[in-house]
Every structure is written in structure tokens, then in C-alpha cells.
């Protein structure tokens, strides 16, 4: 009995002492159109952002987004999973403010539904 329990509280701490598992990705609606942002930590340095939401989540992220062609039209839906790396943006806001947003760990990986 106490070599079972003994067996099981080894294989917990086996599984929980695992930093990263599987690498999950999340279907994000896009609620903008491509924003220019400025890198919190390098103010001179610009990239395309757009504002998504996931699911129930209350938070606004900001997915950075890959070399876009001229013609691009923007889906309504993107997949991005999580990182251990938080992103800080500048944007612009509507109230023409500047404002700081982060993309929470969030990496773009692909397209979704036009």
C-alpha cells in the first residue's frame, strides 16, 4: 500500500515538474484592422499588430502579424498560441491617445476563416 502511494505522489510530482507540455493553439476573432505599432522596449521600431479577442477571455490581444502582401484582406479569425514571452505595444488609440497593450504571450501561427 505505502509503495503504491509512495509509486503515484513520484509520478505526480514527475508530471507537474514539466514546464512546458503541449503547445496549444486558440482561434482568435480579429476586432480591427492592422494597427502600426511601435515596440514598447524600442520605441523606433514598428510592426503590425491587430486587436483579436478568444473566447470568454476578458483580456485584449494584440497579435503581432507576419510581412502582409499589398493586397491582403484581413479574415476575421487568426490562430495563435501561447509563449512564455509578453510583448508590449504603443498604439494609437481611437481617442487619438497613445496607449501600452501587450499580446499576453500570444504568437501568431496562422490564418483563420475569411
Not at 509509486?7 to 494597427?35: P, Q, R
Not at 524600442?42 to 502582409?68: Q, W
Not at 498604439?91 to 483563420?112: A, L, R
Request: glycine share 6%; net charge neutral; hydrophobic share 40%.
Amino acid at each position: 500500500m505505502k509503495k503504491g502511494l509512495l509509486a503515484a505522489l513520484v509520478a505526480l510530482f514527475a508530471l507537474s515538474g514539466c514546464t512546458k507540455g503541449v503547445e496549444k493553439e486558440y482561434t482568435m476573432e480579429v476586432k480591427s484592422e492592422v494597427i502600426v505599432a511601435r515596440l514598447k522596449e524600442d520605441e523606433t521600431e514598428t510592426i503590425n499588430v491587430v486587436h483579436c479577442k478568444r473566447g470568454m477571455s476578458l483580456f485584449n490581444y494584440y497579435i503581432a502579424l507576419p510581412e502582409l502582401e499589398e493586397d491582403f484582406v484581413l479574415p476575421k479569425k487568426l490562430t495563435a498560441k501561447a509563449t512564455d514571452t509578453k510583448t508590449k505595444y504603443i498604439i494609437i488609440n481611437e481617442k487619438n491617445k497613445s496607449e501600452v497593450v501587450s499580446d499576453h504571450g500570444y504568437v501568431f501561427v496562422k490564418w483563420g476563416e475569411k
